[in-house]
C-alpha cells in the first residue's frame, strides 16, 4: 500500500504563490501517473494537474492553465505543484493521487487513481 504525504499548503492573498508538494513511500513511484486533484467546500473533488512516469505527458484543468505548474522528482518520490497568481476560487483542499495501473485513463476523474493523500488545505483570500 502506498502512501501519499501533502505538504506546503496554507494561507495566501490573492496574487500570490504556494508550491505543494508530496512524498511517497514506496519504491515504485516512477511507475505512477500523478495528479493533483482539489475539493472546495460543498463541492466535488475535481481534477487540477497530472502528469506521466517520466514527466513528458503534462496535463492541466482549463482553470489553473498558466498558473500551475506540475512536476516531479523521481529520486525523491516526489511531486510538485508549484501555484502562482493564486485566486479565491483556488480554494480549497488539494489531494495528491497516484496512479498505479498501466493503460489509458480519464486522468480527470477520481476513479483514474489507486493512492491518495489525506489532503493539504490551500485558503486564498482576496
Known amino acids: 500500500q502506498e502512501q501519499l504525504v501533502e505538504s506546503g499548503g496554507g494561507l495566501v492573498q490573492a496574487g500570490d504563490s504556494l508550491r505543494l508538494s508530496c512524498a511517497a513511500s514506496g519504491r515504485t513511484f516512477s511507475s505512477y501517473v500523478m495528479g493533483w486533484l482539489r475539493q472546495a467546500p460543498g463541492k466535488e473533488r475535481e481534477f487540477v494537474a497530472s502528469?506521466?512516469?517520466?514527466?513528458?505527458?503534462?496535463y492541466y484543468a482549463d482553470s489553473v492553465k498558466g498558473r500551475f505548474t506540475i512536476s516531479r522528482d523521481n529520486a525523491k518520490n516526489t511531486v510538485y505543484l508549484q501555484m502562482n497568481n493564486l485566486k479565491p476560487e483556488d480554494t480549497g483542499v488539494y489531494y495528491c493521487a497516484a496512479r498505479d495501473r498501466f493503460g489509458s485513463a480519464w486522468l480527470e476523474k477520481t476513479t483514474a487513481y489507486d493512492y491518495w493523500g489525506q489532503g493539504t488545505q490551500v485558503t486564498v483570500s482576496s
Open positions: 502528469i506521466n512516469r517520466s514527466a513528458a505527458g503534462l
